[in-house]
T-cell receptor, first 112, second 114 residues
């Protein structure tokens, strides 16, 4: 079945550091790929998405590129802030379906 | 502010109580979802309503009973819960049943069963 694998956390960084969270997936066909973020005490928010190969999603300084050849959708940000501290979930939904498969989540803490 | 509103924010209930969780969205979305999230885990899908009809039940115990009174509202009725049902319950909506439609989540109801 479809699945998502994320790098294990927690990740602790200093402000202005570079952040990468690895995400790889297993799916048939061409799924849509998403990154969601969950701030403490809140629900999940869509951070960015990509619906086809080579698409790049971007938002709030975060970027991820849909790589079909490596079945990956790694999240990157060039300079993190304390306010980026959150749990990040990679997710996919298969074609013609809206059931999301989530990765395990990566907790990111950014220190001033 | 989230566009999906959930009430209450917190709920404590005994194992013999009956309570309901409520969810509302006014984005014109036609699919609505209930998820359960345990601490430090990803959300787990419970139910999906598409065009006000139950389309997915992920083998959820009958002590959880969903209801979709109209396209904007989604309820989750709770009865005879167990302590292990304590979790964050998230409601979400999406434009339709396409994989391209991202989910919009509420901030959840944190449920404690005593």
């Amino acid at each position: 079945g479809d699945s998502v694998t994320q790098m294990e956390g927690p990740v602790t960084l200093s402000e202005e550091a570079f952040l990468t969270i690895n995400c790889t997936y297993t799916a048939t066909g061409y799924p849509s790929l998403f990154w969601y973020v969950q701030y403490p005490g809140e629900g999940l928010q869509l951070l960015l998405k990509a619906t086809k190969a080579d698409d790049k999603g971007s938002n709030k300084g975060f970027e991820a590129t849909y790589r079909k050849e490596t079945t990956s959708f790694h999240l990157e940000k060039g300079s993190v802030q304390v306010s980026d501290s959150a749990v990040y979930f990679c997710a996919l939904s298969p074609p013609s379906d809206y059931k999301l498969s989530f990765g395990a989540g990566t907790t990111v803490t950014v220190r001033a | 502010d989230t566009e999906v509103t959930q009430t209450p924010k917190h709920l404590v209930m005994g194992m013999t109580n009956k309570k309901s969780l409520k969810c509302e969205q006014h984005m014109g979305h036609r699919a609505m979802y209930w998820y359960k999230q345990k601490a430090k885990k990803p959300p787990e899908l419970m139910f999906v309503y598409s065009y006000e009809k139950l389309s997915i039940n992920e083998s959820v115990p009958s002590r959880f009973s969903p209801e979709c009174p109209n396209s904007s509202l989604l309820n989750l009725h709770l009865h005879a819960l167990q302590p292990e049902d304590s979790a964050l319950y998230l409601c979400a909506s999406s434009q339709g049943d396409s994989s391209y439609s991202p989910l919009h989540f509420g901030n959840g109801t944190r449920l404690t069963v005593t």
